[in-house]
């Protein structure tokens, strides 16, 4: 007789044979002598194997057992995990296991217990399965095993999060954790805002639901802001009175699920939830409390992310407000400048000598507004992303050379001696002349502000394969402790009220950020009382054009 189709039997229902055909004697010796349950189940659901270790478990003498159908045995057999598994290898052809299988007992009580359970495809269509009792010694093991191998998953976690910035990522990582953790089938962040919930994190399942924002009343997350608990919800109980989140657990195929508050000092930031797939088994406590600890690391992550976020924003408007003021100023010191210029070429009229020294003095003060105004807006320029390399063939000579005019009138005002060197004639390279000028008069400016009496010299070289401009002074050097702090946006080295040498501190950042931007790098020599070498290198040669 042909099978057929039959919904109520555990494999999908297929039955049709009523014949029990035993196992061969021999087989039938092997597999009393084995400690652990055995039976063998035909294509149409009829038990045609029954151990001796079958039978003292299930209380069911095994030829009361032969030849009836699977689903006739009890109730602790055909309602239960293990008649899932049954269905599941009978239907996919392919081996499963099932770990500790609770086993209430037979009718007299026997039996009682944990049981892992190997289920495997057999020739004819139908099923073998074996259950071995679970002591407590070998369940003791398990469960030290599974927390070593949690607390190793918890350590690579925190490894990953110190060594990723980006709080998105450090989000998506921790629903990863939560979804493997908990042997889910996806995870999400929600974050309140306002009165909405966004999805700022989810993986898995809950992919799509990222960026997706819902309304917080009604949610899960507005039940935990009256009382923060973390909630397991099985999917046979689910429920939420959001009708927006009922229709994506419809559109989803959302189970049973856990929800675990993010919070800060109290206050709920978010939620941390983690999901299975309609019809997957509920979530347990050991599930809950590894929610709990990646639930801390979350809040931590949305906290981070929260003062970065301010301080983000505080950073924006800091420049805006320095670029803002820097323009602003830049207009009426611009005339200022050319006022002083018309008066000390002698357009509007010939001077006294006292009035001629003066408007140098006001040249010189007005000069050095304009380096500082040009600091300023380097600065906002770099940090905003604004600054553009234009690079092409030049020398380096060349740009000492227009370096060198705009220091030389200032070395000689303080009275130093400035020296111009130059170990080879030529120093070709393919960089951003412009920029490369502008960090030099930065260097050069900064140690002729530094330098009381001695001498300032510059010199250009070609040494493997790069081109150095250094910039030396006898100036009183620099602390080895200071070092570090020489190219801090905003550091000053000489601060207080008694400081002799003003600037905005920007100076050096500036220069080495463009040097980077440049492909090269600013370097430092220095020794207290003998002076400073700064030396800004370039890559050498024309061929980058």
Not at 206 to 215: F, H, I, T, V
Not at 231 to 249: E, M, P, T, V
Not at 316 to 343: C, D, N, Q, V, W
Request: glycine share 10%.
């Amino acid at each position: 007789m042909e099978p057929r189709e039959d919904p109520g039997h555990p494999g999908g229902g297929i039955r049709g044979r009523r014949d029990a055909r035993a196992a061969p004697i021999g087989a039938d010796i092997i597999l009393d002598a084995i400690g652990d349950a055995v039976l063998a189940i035909d294509g149409d659901w009829r038990i045609v194997h029954w151990n001796a270790a079958a039978e003292r478990l299930t209380g069911i003498a095994r030829d009361g057992a032969l030849g009836r159908d699977f689903t006739s045995v009890g109730p602790a057999f055909a309602e239960s995990d293990l008649a899932g598994i049954l269905r599941d290898v009978m239907r996919r052809r392919v081996a499963a296991e099932l770990r500790e299988w609770s086993f209430p007992g037979n009718r007299h009580g026997g039996g009682r217990g944990a049981y892992d359970v190997r289920v495997a495809p057999s020739d004819g269509g139908g099923i073998v399965a074996m259950l071995t009792e679970v002591g407590e010694r070998v369940r003791r093991d398990r469960e030290l095993a599974e927390r070593s191998a949690e607390n190793e998953a918890l350590r690579r976690l925190a490894r990953q999060m110190a060594a990723v910035p980006d709080s998105a990522t450090l989000l998506h990582l921790l629903c990863e954790a939560a979804r493997e953790q908990c042997g889910a089938d996806g995870a999400s962040v929600l974050k309140v805002i306002d009165d909405q919930c966004e999805f700022v994190a989810a993986d898995g399942l809950l992919e799509l639901l990222r960026g997706r924002r819902l309304p917080l009343r009604g949610s899960f997350t507005e039940r935990l802001l009256a009382s923060p608990a973390p909630q397991a919800i099985a999917s046979a109980a689910y429920h939420s009175d959001s009708a927006a989140f009922n229709a994506i657990a419809d559109e989803l195929g959302i189970g049973a699920i856990i929800v675990t508050p993010l919070l800060d000092h109290g206050k709920v930031m978010g939620v941390l939830s983690t999901t299975r797939r309609r019809g997957a088994g509920p979530f347990d406590d050991r599930d809950q409390e590894r929610m709990r600890v990646i639930a801390d690391h979350a809040s931590i992550v949305l906290r981070k992310s929260e003062l970065l976020e301010r301080a983000q924003a505080a950073n924006e408007a800091k420049m805006t407000f320095l670029a803002t003021i820097s323009h602003e100023l830049r207009t009426p010191l611009t005339a200022l400048t050319g006022y002083g210029e018309l008066l000390a070429d002698g357009v509007l009229g010939e001077m006294p000598e006292v009035q001629r020294d003066a408007v140098e003095r006001m040249r010189a003060v007005t000069q050095q507004l304009t380096l500082m105004i040009d600091e300023v807006l380097a600065f906002t320029a770099l940090d905003e992303g604004r600054e553009v390399i234009a690079s092409r063939a030049t020398d380096g000579a060349e740009i000492l050379d227009r370096a060198v005019a705009v220091l030389e009138p200032l070395a000689e005002r303080k009275g130093l001696d400035f020296v111009r060197l130059a170990a080879f004639e030529s120093a070709p390279l393919v960089t951003d002349p412009e920029k490369a000028r502008q960090i030099l008069v930065n260097l050069g400016g900064n140690a002729i502000k530094f330098t009381d009496r001695g001498e300032v010299s510059f010199s250009v070289a070609c040494i493997a394969g790069e081109v150095r401009f250094d910039v030396r002074d006898t100036g009183p050097g620099i602390p080895p402790d200071a070092l570090p702090k020489l190219f801090r946006p905003f550091s000053q080295l000489d601060t207080g009220l008694t400081r002799r040498h003003g600037g905005t501190g920007l100076g050096l950042y500036v220069c080495r950020r463009l040097a980077e931007m440049l492909g090269g790098r600013i370097e430092v020599e220095s020794a207290v009382g003998e002076g400073s070498r700064f030396t800004l290198v370039l890559p050498g040669g024309l061929s980058e054009l």
